[in-house]
């Protein structure tokens, strides 16, 4: 066995245990004995996996300096996997840092091409759907990529079910959002490394959406904590850490610096998250805008995240905080509003819809409406604040 192949063999005995650092560095060391002897076709399969092994490490900059530098020195004996690996890296990347329409439409025709499952083209078919709020259509096309998985796919097949189950939830469908979760459980635990996470993920978001009582969302908060202390939190968890507390009732002043959603916003965010996760940060602060300005007027709190229980305003609002203490608040929630819709409008531009400034357009309407409750706020600010046409 020459250099190159044992270093290709212990590589891919890394990645298959998790050992992505160990594979990287494995798979560079494959890749530049390949150059030296002039084996392009072992060098380009050495490349396009550390590319792989770098993106499951977060390295972002290295995985696109290797894609790069692959796809310009692509020879024409390089084995089909690894093309198509080329592709899906550069398509993901598209979609989680710059995804312009235009783009993702020639890497879904690139993948068409080069992809070894239909199945899975489909599957990101759909996610371009998903991220242009056309959930409808894109769980028209989870249906048949989730029966075409059941024989040809290069994606676990679970990932098929839980856009779908996504895709659910976007359209407020909980009997169809529990229908998907019904057939991600059959698939059994050892389907998929983290598939407990990815049911805890969803099922926190079914029982928001169902509006269920704070008890039982409490329990199913509970239950994604425990599965993901056995992996690296995803980011999404970080939103929840902010979100839940912020719905108890009989919760403290969320401004205060020992509440568990202000020390969760506070926390160092990981570096180099996608646009959407950037998008979603931004909306969760205006959530917890929402939230603080609703203690302030003594207001029960509500989920802003699929708001399927309206705020109850009272006829008469009696605020437990000094009157320039609410107004300092609502300024609060209208600038964080203000810099989400900016983000949302850009996102929206580059993938030509409009879901994520309709999302923040809702939210201030929120926050007008709690404006309007505040006893004397005109004397204070002379009612002067933006409102929610004045942002879109």
């Known amino acids: 066995m020459s250099k190159t192949s044992s270093l290709l063999t212990d590589a891919f005995r890394a990645r298959r245990s998790g050992q992505n650092a160990e594979a990287l560095l494995l798979f560079l060391s494959a890749s530049k004995e390949a150059k030296k002897l002039g084996d392009s076709s072992a060098w380009f399969k050495a490349t396009v996996w550390a590319a792989e092994s770098a993106a499951y490490l977060d390295k972002k900059s290295q995985m696109m300096s290797l894609l790069l530098e692959a796809r310009a020195g692509e020879p024409p004996d390089r084995g089909n996997k690894e093309a198509a690996l080329l592709r899906m890296l550069f398509f993901d990347y598209w979609c989680d840092y710059a995804p312009s329409l235009n783009r993702l439409a020639e890497g879904i025709e690139e993948l068409k091409l080069f992809a070894e499952s239909q199945a899975d083209v489909r599957y990101e078919e759909a996610r371009i759907l998903q991220l242009r709020g056309l959930y409808s259509e894109a ?168 708001y399927s229980k309206s705020q109850v305003i009272p006829a008469l609002v009696v605020p437990g905080v000094a009157l320039d203490d609410v107004a300092r608040r609502l300024r609060k929630a209208r600038a964080a509003a203000g810099w989400a819709m ?50 879109v």
């Not at 009582?213 to 939190?233: G, K, T, V």
């Not at 998250?273 to 805008?289: E, G, M």
Request: charged letters at 25%.
């Open 139 to 306: 769980l028209g096309i989870l249906e048949k990529s989730w029966y075409m998985s059941a024989v040809s796919s290069g994606y676990y097949r679970y990932a098929h079910a839980r856009k779908a189950c996504y895709c659910c939830l976007d359209l407020s469908d909980p009997a169809g959002a529990s229908s998907w979760l019904r057939a991600i459980r059959k698939l059994g635990q050892t389907s998929a490394p983290g598939l407990d996470v990815s049911i805890g993920f969803l099922e926190l978001n079914l029982a928001l959406l169902k509006g269920s009582e704070l008890p039982e969302i409490q329990r199913a908060y509970r239950s994604l904590q425990d599965a993901q202390a056995r992996i690296d939190p995803d980011i999404s968890a970080l939103y929840f850490r902010v979100r839940i507390p912020l719905l108890d009732p009989a919760g403290f002043d969320p401004e205060d610096p020992t509440h568990p959603s202000r020390q969760a916003l506070s926390a160092r965010w990981a570096k180099g998250l996608s646009v959407h996760s950037l998008f979603s940060r931004r909306r969760v602060l205006i959530d917890f805008r929402l939230a603080s300005l609703r203690f302030a007027l003594g207001i029960d709190p509500v989920d802003d995240l699929y």
């Open 342 to 391: 900016l983000y949302a409008k850009k996102l929206d531009d580059w993938l030509e819809c409009d879901w994520r400034q309709k999302e923040i357009g809702d939210r201030l309407n929120r926050i007008d409406e709690l404006a309007r409750a505040i006893p004397g706020l005109d004397e204070i600010e002379g009612h002067a604040g933006l409102h929610a046409d004045a942002l």
